[in-house]
């Protein structure tokens, strides 16, 4: 099982990048990498995957170095409205563990 | 609106009773995948159905079974209850769930308290 560690939580003011990193030391070749979003009473919503390096979409940036082992979730010019919990999921196709959600950083952005 | 949906949305019962919970997938998906949420456990996965056939096992109790009909839609039965089954529980979707990376869609939960 890959597992996962991540920072309890954190704090940021409006308008700052956030990163969040979380560690995976024992990932596998064949693992992905997942971030999932989470607002109180609400299901988690996908926020971005990568593989290597660095991928990018419209809300976020992840970034994985070359040994795998740690990944960033990079959120440009965070609002109130990106309080929530943050998943990182590692894991790989067809075994239960690429649905490990460990229990997440909880982000509260401050005005 | 994620498309996934779930009912009921509230479920109040005993210990030691029997509760069913379902789960409707976006359209097209063939993949559904049940997740209870606890307040001192965080997100658990439970398990994963791909087109009627269960695919992948987490931390499901042997008091819990889940089964895919062949419409798509899906039920958790969690039975004998007890206090610590109180939870939400999370049903999500996915196009085929062949692959790691596929994204989940999740349903707004059922939150059930057993007393």
């Known amino acids: 099982l890959a597992k996962t560690t991540q920072p309890i939580s954190m704090d940021s003011y409006e308008g700052q990048e956030v990163n969040i990193t979380c560690s995976h030391n024992?990932?596998?070749?064949?693992?992905?990498i997942t971030w999932y979003q989470q607002f109180p009473s609400q299901g988690p919503r996908f926020i971005i995957q990568?593989?290597?390096t660095k991928v990018t979409n419209e809300v976020a940036s992840l970034f994985i170095p070359a040994d795998r082992k740690s990944s960033t979730l990079s959120l440009p010019r965070v609002s109130l409205s990106d309080t929530a919990v943050y998943y990182c999921l590692v894991g790989r196709p067809h075994t239960g563990n690429q649905f490990y959600f460990g229990t997440g950083t909880s982000l509260t952005v401050i005005p | 609106d994620s498309g996934v949906t779930q009912t009921p949305k509230h479920l109040i019962t005993a210990t030691g009773q029997r509760v069913t919970l379902r789960c409707s997938p976006r359209?097209?998906?063939?993949?559904v995948y049940w997740y209870q949420q606890s307040l001192d456990q965080g997100l658990q996965f439970l398990i994963q159905y791909y087109n009627g056939e269960e695919r992948a096992k987490g931390n499901i109790l042997e008091r819990f079974s889940a089964q895919q009909f062949p419409d798509l839609h899906s039920e958790l039965n969690l039975s004998s209850l007890e206090l610590g089954d109180s939870a939400l529980y999370f049903c999500?979707?996915?196009?085929?769930?062949?692959?790691?990376?596929?994204?989940?869609?999740f349903g707004p939960g059922t939150r059930l308290l057993v007393l």
């Open positions: 990568g593989y290597k």
């Open positions: 359209s097209g998906d063939l993949s």
């Open positions: 024992n990932i596998a070749t064949n693992d992905y």
């Open positions: 999500a979707s996915s196009t085929s769930g062949q692959g790691a990376g596929e994204t989940q869609y």
